[in-house]
């Protein structure tokens, strides 16, 4: 939500795709979920700028290897940054930048394939949570953009709004995010 409240157009496309998906229906419900491309766009560029878990789960490699000009003996732990993989110029062009429809016409998917964006981890010890994860969040969001219209509070300008996170186990945002929800009247 902070990053479709810093631009605005992002915010209208997921709202207007949200709403004309399920135009005349009094809820928003999984069936039509499939429908959501621009939305699902947005979850990826999220889930690449701010992942909930930085840093995957430690692995064991089970054979000396080379990664990068770097020699790693077998059987050594081994910790993967997939925030700065997400934040790699070399993988993203204006790295830093939110921006859904990098994903657009893209093969690129955080289900483990991918190794510019491995939210999820990949391979057999993949999050095992990742399908219901991305299907809450996608409903989730779904529902927020369709029962309402969103605005910062006084005095917040969206040029501005703090992103700064605070670093953990997990990731969230180190300044709470404050909106005022508008109720939207869904039309008959």
């Known amino acids: 939500m902070a990053e479709m409240m810093k631009d605005k157009r992002v915010l209208r496309k997921a709202q207007d795709e949200v709403r004309q998906v399920h135009r005349g229906k009094q809820n928003v419900n999984g069936s039509s979920l499939h429908e959501l491309k621009y939305l699902d766009l947005v979850i990826k560029e999220s889930l690449r700028l701010h992942p909930a878990l930085p840093l995957l789960f430690p692995r064991e490699n089970q ?4 990664v990068c000009g770097y020699e790693i003996p077998a059987k050594t732990k081994v910790i993967v940054n997939g925030w700065a993989i997400g934040r790699d110029p070399r993988y993203w062009t204006e790295p830093t930048k939110f921006y859904p429809e990098r ?12 190794f ?17 994860a991305t299907a809450v969040v996608k409903l989730t969001l779904a529902n927020l953009l369709y029962h309402f219209d969103w605005k910062l509070v006084d005095g917040v300008d969206a040029e501005y709004l703090d992103m700064t996170e605070a670093f953990g186990v997990a990731v ?8 005022i929800p ?3 009247s869904v039309p008959t």
């Open 63 to 66: 054979s000396k290897v080379e």
């Open 103 to 114: 994903f657009m016409d893209s093969t690129i998917d955080y289900k483990g394939n991918s």
């Open 116 to 132: 510019e964006l491995i939210t999820f981890g990949a391979g057999r010890r993949m999050c095992p949570g990742m399908l219901y």
């Open 172 to 179: 969230g945002r180190k300044c709470s995010l404050c909106l």
């Open 182 to 184: 508008i109720a939207y």
